[in-house]
């Protein structure tokens, strides 16, 4: 069994900053991608950003220049930086991330971020 946790949302004002963290635990062997999704009511949940275990990232076109992703592999756990945070950016945030054994993807609960104007 996989569990994931993430950590780290809140409410701040525009312009301000948060760093949310995600660890993985249980029966893993190795994790290939790790990322973060987010999703508003009414819309599909969107990738925000994402790396692989070599360190290759993919942004959103939306958040490049803002928001900043990296892994500790060790400790299978992804972090998501954010800076300069907009109202746009208000959030239900989802860790993502795919074992390398069998492709499966596992979600973690989510956490709100809240960013007010």
């Known amino acids: 069994q996989v569990q994931v946790v993430e950590s780290g949302g809140g409410w701040v004002q525009a312009g301000g900053s948060l760093r949310l963290s995600c660890a993985a635990s249980?029966?893993?062997?190795?994790?290939?991608?790790m990322g973060w999704y987010r999703q508003v009511p009414g819309k599909q949940r969107e990738l925000v950003a994402a790396v692989t275990r070599g360190g290759d990232t993919n942004y959103a076109d939306s958040v490049k220049g803002r928001f900043t992703v990296s892994r500790d592999n060790a400790k299978n756990t992804v972090y998501l930086q954010m800076n300069n945070l907009k109202p746009e950016d208000t959030a239900v945030y989802y860790c993502?991330?795919?074992?390398?054994?069998?492709?499966?993807?596992?979600w973690g609960q989510g956490t709100q971020v809240t960013v007010s104007s």
């Open positions: 249980g029966t893993i062997f190795s994790i290939n991608a």
């Open positions: 993502s991330i795919i074992r390398s054994d069998n492709g499966i993807r596992y």
